[in-house]
Every structure is written in structure tokens, then in C-alpha cells.
């Protein structure tokens, strides 16, 4: 990376709390490999209308936003993407002289973490019915799948759920009717530090079947763990969490970005700082 000077660009991850994000950490990694005079920091604030100001008053270029201002920075755009309209969530901000555009990059992310799992007409259980859940289900009524949606806390929000996408919501006890290809974690359950525990019995995974889990710390839930062991294959959110992050450069820089090695930079990361 290029020394910063003056006309080092400055990008920026806005949310409330911040400190945790690994955002800063792999697109200051993508800058440094491709040469880009551009540096990431980190703004933590609660108010979303104080950090929009920021951004248009210091020229911020590319901004990912993370909770809880994913919903409530849409009104505050002079546009949001069809795609981030539809799920309801704006987690990347494109600003082009001073006119702030909103995408959800989530979704590519997911999708691209899936990439060569069959969808069409496929039966896919999602869990949760928070916006990693909207997101998901996005991209999988897109893809042509058979969608159900349970939320073990607040089964309401899954009905409401399988209405806005076409799928069908499944009560704790109605849960072994149906045998699922795709299981989609999407609630924070299993995360660090509680890492015994599991968003789903292992006895609905079945050989052959698909595991993805949203979470990223630990490398490998107990869900994934499981997932393998009934010999299905387990994919995690730390694929999610890189390629959405490429995918708001390629949005920012207007070309194609490869992964080159930044999925591993991340797992360092989280492999030194968090017990698996
Ligand atoms: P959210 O909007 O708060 O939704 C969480 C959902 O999980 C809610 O529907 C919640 O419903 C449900 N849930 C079920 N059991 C829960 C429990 N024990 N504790 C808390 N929630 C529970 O959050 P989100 O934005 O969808 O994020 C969900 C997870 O995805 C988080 O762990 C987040 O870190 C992760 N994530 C990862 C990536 C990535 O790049 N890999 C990107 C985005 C998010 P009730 O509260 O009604 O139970």
C-alpha cells in the first residue's frame, strides 16, 4: 500500500458496536496486496444520521454498514438498489460525487458461499427470521427453491417470514416432515461464546445434505461439527463474510476482484483470537 499522503482515499465500517469487525482487517489486506491508496477505519456511533453526515461531509467513497443501521440508513440514501430493497437491508454505501447509493452485498456473499449447491425445486430449512434470514431467502426464492423457515424463540416472524418469500413456515414439532438438502443457520445460535450450544438437533441432517452456518466465530459450530458427522457437507460464514466484503470493493472500484488468499488472512485471525 502506497504511504498515505493526502490523497489516500478513506473508506470506512460504520456500526454500534464496531470494535469487533474484521471488515477493516481484509479490506486493508485487499489494498495492501493490490496497491490501493485507500485505508479502512472503523466508526462507532448510534446515531445513523450523525454517521450519514460524516460520510458526505469527508467524502467517505465506500462505507459497509453493519448493525443495528442496516435498516435505518435506507431513508437516509439518495438510492438503494433494487436487490437491497427487496430484502430491506443496505449494507454497503457507493458514494459517487456526493450521491450515496445503497447495495446489499450480503446476499452475493451468500450466494457465492453456496456456489454448485443445487437450489432448484430443492427443500431448504432456514432458521432465524432476522436480516441474515431475509437475505437468504432472497437469494433461494430466486434460485428456485422450496423454502421453510423456523425461528425456535418467535415462530411468528418465521410466518411472516415464509409470506414476504413464498415459503412455509415449520412448527418445532413439524420439523422431521420434511428431509432438507440445504439447512441455512441464520440466527446468532451456536456463536462464540456459546459454543455448546445448536440451533437444530442433529437428527434432521441428513447424509448428503448441505450445512451453511451464517456464523464465523467459532470456524466450525456445533452445527457444522454435527453436520459432518452425519455426513453432510458444512459450509461456514467466514466465506459469506469475505466475499460480501470483495464484493463491495468490486462495487466501490467498478472491476472484478479475485480472492486472492484473504479467506485465509481472516481465519488467522480468528483461529489466534477466539477458542474454536
Ligand atoms: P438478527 O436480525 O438479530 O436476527 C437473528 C434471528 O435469530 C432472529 O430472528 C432471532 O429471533 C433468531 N434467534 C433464534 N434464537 C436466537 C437466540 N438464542 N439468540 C438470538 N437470536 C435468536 O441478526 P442477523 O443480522 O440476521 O444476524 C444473524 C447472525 O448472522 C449473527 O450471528 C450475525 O453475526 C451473522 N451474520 C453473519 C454474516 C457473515 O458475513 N457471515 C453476515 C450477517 C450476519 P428471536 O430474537 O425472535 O428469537
Given at each position: 500500500?502506497?504511504?498515505?499522503?493526502?490523497?489516500?482515499?478513506?473508506?470506512?465500517v460504520?456500526?454500534?458496536?464496531?470494535?469487533?469487525?474484521?471488515?477493516?482487517?481484509?479490506?486493508?489486506?485487499?489494498y495492501?496486496?493490490?496497491?490501493?491508496?485507500?485505508?479502512?477505519?472503523?466508526?462507532?456511533?448510534a446515531?445513523?444520521?450523525?454517521?450519514?453526515?460524516?460520510?458526505?461531509?469527508?467524502?467517505?467513497?465506500?462505507?459497509?454498514v453493519t448493525?443495528?443501521?442496516?435498516?435505518?440508513?435506507?431513508?437516509?440514501?439518495?438510492?438503494?438498489d433494487?436487490?437491497a430493497?427487496?430484502?430491506?437491508?443496505v449494507?454497503?454505501?457507493?458514494?459517487?460525487?456526493g450521491k450515496?447509493?445503497?447495495?446489499?452485498?450480503?446476499?452475493?456473499?451468500f450466494?457465492?458461499?453456496?456456489?454448485?449447491?443445487?437450489l432448484?425445486?430443492?427443500?431448504?430449512?432456514?432458521?432465524?427470521?432476522?436480516?441474515?434470514?431475509?437475505?437468504?431467502?432472497?437469494?433461494?426464492?430466486?434460485?428456485?427453491?422450496?423454502?421453510?423457515?423456523?425461528?425456535?424463540?418467535?415462530?411468528?416472524d418465521?410466518?411472516?417470514?415464509?409470506?414476504?418469500?413464498?415459503?412455509?413456515?415449520?412448527?418445532?414439532?413439524?420439523?422431521?416432515?420434511?428431509?432438507?438438502?440445504l439447512?441455512?443457520n441464520?440466527?446468532?445460535?451456536g456463536?462464540?461464546?456459546?459454543?455448546?450450544n445448536?440451533?437444530?438437533?442433529?437428527?434432521?441432517?441428513?447424509?448428503?445434505?448441505?450445512?451453511?452456518d451464517?456464523?464465523?466465530?467459532?470456524?466450525?459450530?456445533?452445527?457444522?461439527?454435527?453436520?459432518?458427522e452425519?455426513?453432510?457437507?458444512?459450509?461456514?460464514g467466514?466465506?459469506?463474510?469475505v466475499?460480501?466484503?470483495?464484493?463491495?470493493?468490486?462495487?466501490w472500484?467498478?472491476r472484478?476482484?479475485?480472492?486472492r488468499?484473504?479467506?485465509?488472512?481472516?481465519r488467522?485471525k480468528?483461529s489466534?483470537?477466539?477458542?474454536?
Open positions: 500500500m502506497p504511504a498515505i499522503s493526502a490523497s489516500t482515499k478513506l473508506t470506512a460504520i456500526g454500534n458496536p464496531i470494535r469487533h469487525s474484521l471488515s477493516p482487517l481484509l479490506h486493508n489486506s485487499f495492501a496486496k493490490e496497491g490501493i491508496d485507500a485505508v479502512m477505519l472503523a466508526f462507532e456511533n446515531s445513523i444520521e450523525s454517521l450519514v453526515t460524516a460520510i458526505r461531509a469527508l467524502s467517505i467513497e465506500l462505507t459497509a448493525l443495528p443501521h442496516k435498516q435505518s440508513i435506507i431513508p437516509l440514501l439518495d438510492e438503494v433494487d436487490v430493497k427487496s430484502i430491506g437491508a449494507n454497503t454505501v457507493v458514494n459517487r460525487g450515496l447509493k445503497g447495495f446489499n452485498t450480503d446476499v452475493v456473499g450466494a457465492r458461499s453456496i456456489q454448485g449447491v443445487q432448484k425445486n430443492k427443500n431448504v430449512l432456514i432458521l432465524g427470521a432476522g436480516g441474515a434470514a431475509r437475505m437468504a431467502a432472497y437469494h433461494l426464492r430466486q434460485e428456485g427453491a422450496n423454502i421453510f423457515c423456523h425461528n425456535n424463540r418467535t415462530m411468528e418465521a410466518r411472516a417470514l415464509s409470506q414476504d418469500f413464498a415459503g412455509t413456515p415449520v412448527e418445532a414439532e413439524e420439523l422431521g416432515r420434511v428431509e432438507y438438502d439447512i441455512v441464520a440466527t446468532p445460535v456463536m462464540t461464546p456459546n459454543i455448546a445448536s440451533p437444530l438437533a442433529r437428527e434432521y441432517i441428513r447424509s448428503g445434505s448441505v450445512v451453511f451464517v456464523i464465523y466465530t467459532p470456524l466450525e459450530t456445533r452445527l457444522m461439527k454435527e453436520a459432518l452425519q455426513g453432510a457437507r458444512a459450509i461456514s467466514l466465506n459469506m463474510l466475499e460480501q466484503g470483495l464484493e463491495q470493493e468490486r462495487l472500484l467498478n472484478e476482484i479475485r480472492n488468499g484473504y479467506t485465509e488472512v481472516l488467522e480468528l489466534n483470537n477466539y477458542t474454536r
